[in-house]
């Protein structure tokens, strides 16, 4: 079965510690792979899109990657503000998207 | 350009009633998706209009329905609502809903069923 995991479930860094999140997927026909940021009671807000292995994207502190089976989203010295919900979403046969849980993430000053 | 917008922002209801909610995407998007999210699943796709027709459709029960009008405003009904139902629904929506189509999110509507 297709499917999308997220890990980890939740991360704690000190305002400039850089790290990363990971999404993998098992989804045959791979489309697109986008990320999303989600704030408390908000809906999910745009970040990248990602269309084919070795693809990478770039904003501000944040860099998106991609392999055949798995998307990095890669957060140099974060701050405070970096505080999200961090979403991945695959698309493939079609236009359905597939959501993984998601990544809480608390950046500490 | 406006964003995606929903309404109502916050919904209480009653086990057993009805709701509908309604999303007015992105001026020139004509697909429209759906989605409910809560805590414990993460966001569930619900279904998704593209040109006032249900393209695709998540694995939800009946009681729950959509449709899409002409100028691509959509609505998301739920009937006899249970306990269960109580999330966050979103809507998004993309410019031709073809290959490789960024969604955009609106707000969101947080249903509560008490």
């Known amino acids: 079965e297709d499917q999308v995991t997220q890990s980890p479930e939740a991360l704690r860094l000190q305002e400039g510690e850089s790290s990363s999140l990971n999404c993998s997927y098992t989804v045959s026909g791979l489309r697109g792979l986008f990320w999303y940021r989600q704030d408390p009671g908000k809906g999910p807000e745009f970040l990248f899109t990602l269309y084919s292995a070795g693809e990478e994207k770039e904003k501000e502190r944040l860099k998106a990657t991609l392999t055949k089976k798995e998307s990095f989203l890669h957060i140099t010295a974060p701050k405070p503000e970096d505080s999200a919900t961090y979403l991945c979403?695959?698309?493939?046969?079609?236009?359905?998207?597939?959501f993984g849980t998601g990544t809480s993430l608390t950046v500490i000053p | 350009k406006a964003g995606v917008t929903q309404t109502p922002r916050y919904l209480i209801k009653t086990r057993g009633q009805q709701v509908t909610l309604s999303c007015s995407p992105i001026?020139?998007?004509?697909?429209v998706s759906w989605y409910q999210q809560t805590p414990g699943q993460g966001l569930q796709f619900l279904f998704e209009?593209?040109?006032?027709?249900?393209?695709n459709k998540g694995n939800f029960p009946g009681r729950f329905s959509g449709r899409q009008f002409s100028n691509s405003r959509s609505e998301m009904n739920v009937s006899t609502l249970e306990l269960g139902d109580s999330a966050l629904y979103l809507c998004?929506?993309?410019?031709?809903?073809?290959?490789?189509?960024?969604?955009?999110f609106g707000p969101g509507t947080r249903l509560t069923v008490l």
């Open positions: 998004a929506s993309s410019s031709a809903g073809g290959f490789t189509d960024t969604q955009y």
């Open positions: 979403a695959v698309q493939f046969r079609g236009n359905q998207f597939y």
């Open positions: 001026s020139g998007h004509r697909s």
């Open positions: 209009y593209f040109s006032e027709t249900q393209r």
